[in-house]
């Protein structure tokens, strides 16, 4: 079977491969939109993200994919937000614990812990930070799928699982009759 595959990729002239390259194209690009249509929609930057450790754990475990949203309401104490930390490149799932408003500014003070661990998150800011804001929060958790991003986890566990898996894909595309 493999083999006349092979024997196709040799008869293809260039129109037929490049027909095949724009069809993989397209695929990766449709991809792309419907993630900032996603986007836009949630009013979030990452309207999907994948539980990394089991900090949430019963709430959430490790692999779990996780739906986001950013609604116009506050923040509230008890809501489950994906936060980042200016300077960490990994978004943090944890529950909301403490809030304190300044009447002033308006500004909400927002503190968190993981429902798994002992101590809050105070930890896990940066130095000197003892709360987080609103600007630092990427989306409220809106619903999950479980285990669902384990490939995620794989493909970051293991790199060369990422390669192998989009040259399949550009294979199977460059082969595909359709």
Request: proline share 5%; charged share 20%.
């Amino acid at each position: 079977m493999f083999e006349e595959e092979i024997r196709f990729l040799r008869k293809m002239n260039k129109r037929q491969l490049a027909q095949q390259i724009l069809n993989f194209l397209m695929i990766i690009s449709s991809a792309l939109m419907v993630w900032k249509g996603l986007a836009l929609y949630t009013n979030s930057e990452s309207p999907i993200v994948v539980v990394l450790s089991g900090s949430m754990e019963p709430a959430f475990y490790r692999g779990d994919l996780l739906f986001l949203g950013m609604p116009d309401e506050p923040v509230r104490v008890g809501d489950i937000c994906v936060f980042k930390i200016p300077g960490r490149d990994v978004p943090i799932v944890h529950r909301v614990i403490k809030l304190h408003d300044e009447k002033e500014t308006g500004k909400q003070y927002i503190l968190t812990k993981g429902d798994n661990n002992q101590v809050d998150d105070r930890g896990l800011y940066n130095p000197g930070q003892l709360w987080i804001h609103r600007e630092h929060i990427v989306g409220k958790v809106r619903g999950f799928l479980p285990y669902i991003g384990i490939i995620t986890i794989l493909m970051n566990d293991y790199p060369q699982l990422k390669y192998v898996l989009i040259g399949f894909l550009g294979l199977y595309m460059l082969v595909n009759r359709e």
